[in-house]
């Protein structure tokens, strides 16, 4: 045993519970390898227990018969809770099978904390609900078989964590480990260890006090009251470098490792044997827990269980997925919330049928605010008493109040700046043409005059921007029109610079709806009501494109119509300028939705889009005239109309001098990218992600597919369809279209047909 004669003190109201191995809470994890399982408590307002495995033997069907919890805790290969309703302690484990497992001499005994170690369990007696929850502490063993398997088990009254001083102490909190137990004395007595491996942690007197603790099989590591920062003592290899300067609410502890949930922004955040490229840093988590194989939690956002491998070694880790259901952030309580928490409402789910996800009405779950956002997003709301802070998408940032979290201040003082060089721009730029034009007038009159007079009117496209000639410029032509157009046979129509000009506000930065190496897009909206996007070139793009090479590919664009790629409107080709107008996109990009934490979407809406993008790709390859290949596809080149359709965008028209093979080989290019495309629709992954091991989507995807586990891709921030079948056969059409030789890769127009067929199905409800 071994006693501190310092205050160590855990408070009785926890912001966030310690929650994992050796400790208790809404989520736990039981140690085993392969016969591993995690329990979490139900959001249903039922407090149902909710299990899966590790391996696809042990499957839901092995745990239909456990009762309501209140909270949980696991050991090797076993799990234990308190009852919902009786405050009764129960285990079980992997089969489900729990009658053995408490000894009867504590069957009957009511326990107000429960902390099961390597293969022990000790209990703290008192009512779960009551605000008085100290007590005396009760031990007993997990017996393994000969075998050591979780299918074997017994329990006993134990002799090994019997002590007699101990057994005279009233405890308010402890936490097990593999041969200890640690406990707060009740009335500040102090923390005591106990069992026969308690002297390896090595504790010696502490006058820190800690809001919440947790222990791996050897170690035991706490959150600080004042710093919020970790401490750990035991065995160095399991907790080597903890994360310094950084505040935790929440800790788990693992066989080797430990993960804890920051208090600024609830990202996990391990350490120890842990590969930390798995750790998902798309959400926050409410509770987390840990085995030595794998981890699990539930989310902040929507209170869907999230896993991850710890994956130690380089040998490839099971694939299991939990069950999509959702889970309680927290374990119910009857004390009023501190401040710093705020109380968990379930109408915030938008589940109408969900009131409470306690089983008793005047109960509640009092959860840590949290302070600050993960990276690309800023903090919009603060905290209130009943509900949480609130993050917002940068790309939703409007005004300066989020530019410096957000990274735009350098940008919009650059904006500034550019705005400030337009106006002396401006300003001097007539003068500086005028006598430019002059000067260029002058050296080439001579030139110009014998051309004409040798060789007559040059006769110009007259389809789409056929210029006049120069007889009808000098009767009835615009003097404001430098390249003189007649209208597209098409929809499209000539624009006036003025006109476009009055749409975009002047082309101001507000209205930019985008920007890259062709120029600006601005949103604009045209004198009768239409909203339009304008393609704007820069300066570069003018110099370097030849304008031959433009009217061509305007020629191209006019001709260009189908309900699957963004239509071109019109243009404008006045002072030089050369716009073009497109139809305007109101639901942005498929990447904005997929990956900049945009309106999420449904798997219904992900196969219409990727069939849709199909046939987009498939008009421009085998239908336009001449076919046109796009060399760019991605998700930020798809774009999303007003009913959610698919348009392909940005595709270049310089592609008709191209030889049969060479044109083949290029589409088959354009195929491989929709393959990403595709990959990316299905896993929610972007095509390359340093968060990532390995970062590259098709190096990751593949090998998963050509092994029978496509499931393992499959978006886990979407809630799964009943029938999966339609999205295992996405898996297999962007495994074809990734192959690595090009003659392997099927054409874009057999993708489109299976990707019609599958839509057709309708096997998603």
Known sequence: MLSLSSLFLFFLSLPISAYGFGSMGPISAAFGGDEAFFCAIDASGKQAVICWGMSAELTSQNFTTIPPMAALSGGQGFMCGILANTSLPYCWDSQGTGNDLVPSLYKNNNYSHIAAGKNHVCAIRGDYYSQITSGFVDCWDIVHGSKSSSTNLSSKQSTLFFDQYVSGLMFDKIVSGDGFTCGVVKDDGGLI?????????????????????????????????????????????????????????????????????RADNHLIECWGGFNSSSIPKKSGFFAIATSDVAACGIREDDLVLDCW??????????????????????????????????????????????VNVCIIEDLHICSSCGTNCSSGYFLSSPCTENSDRVCTSCSLCQNSSCWGVCGLEKVEMKKKHQHQMQKIVLILGPSIAGFLLILIGWCLFPYLYFFKAKDGPTKQFRSCIGKKDPETDAKDGDPNLS?????????????????????????????????????????????????????????????????????MELEILCNMRHSNIVNLLGYCTEM???????????????????????????????????????????????????????????????????????????????????????????????????????LEILSGRKAHDVDYSPPDIVEWAVPLIRKGKAAALIDRYVALPRNVEPLLKLADIAEFAVRENPSDRPTISTI??????IVKEGLLI
């Open 193 to 261: 260890c106990w069992g026969p491996k308690s002297s390896k942690l090595g504790i010696s007197t502490i006058s820190d006090d800690f809001i919440a603790m947790s222990s791996s099989m050897s170690s035991l590591c706490g959150i600080e009251q004042v710093s919020g920062e970790i401490k750990c003592w035991g065995e160095k290899k399991s907790y080597p470098d903890p994360p310094w300067g950084v505040r935790f609410d929440a800790l788990t502890g693992g066989s080797r490792h430990f993960c804890g949930i």
């Open 309 to 354: 491998f710890v994956n130690q070694t380089n040998i490839a880790p099971p694939e299991f997925n939990p069950p999509l259901q959702l889970c309680s952030p927290g374990l119910c309580t009857s004390r009023s919330c501190d401040e710093g928490e705020f109380t968990f409402n379930a109408s915030a789910l938008n589940e109408p049928e969900l």
């Open 752 to 757: 489109a047909d299976s990707l019609e067929q």
């Open 576 to 678: 030089g300028e050369r716009l073009l107008v497109y139809e305007y996109m109101s639901h942005g990009t498929l990447h904005d939705h997929l990956h900049n934490g945009f309106t999420p979407l449904s798997w219904t809406f992900r196969l219409r889009i990727a069939m849709q993008a199909a046939k987009g790709l498939e008009y421009l390859h085998m239908e336009a005239n001449p076919p046109v290949v796009h060399r760019d596809v991605k998700t930020s080149n798809i774009l999303l109309d007003s009913d959610w359709g698919a348009r392909i965008s940005d595709f270049g028209c310089s592609n008709n001098n191209n030889n049969d093979k060479d044109l083949s080989e290029d589409m088959r290019s354009d195929v491989y990218n929709f393959g990403i495309v595709l």
């Open 483 to 551: 390249i003189p157009v007649a209208e597209c046979p098409g929809e499209a129509q000539i624009f006036r610079l003025s006109e476009l000009k009055d749409a975009t506000n002047g082309f101001k930065e507000f209205n930019e709806l985008g920007r890259g190496s062709y120029g600006f897009v601005y949103k604009a909206l045209l004198t009768d009501g239409q909203q339009v996007a304008v393609k704007r070139a820069n300066a570069a793009t003018i110099i370097h494109t030849n304008i031959r090479d433009f009217e």
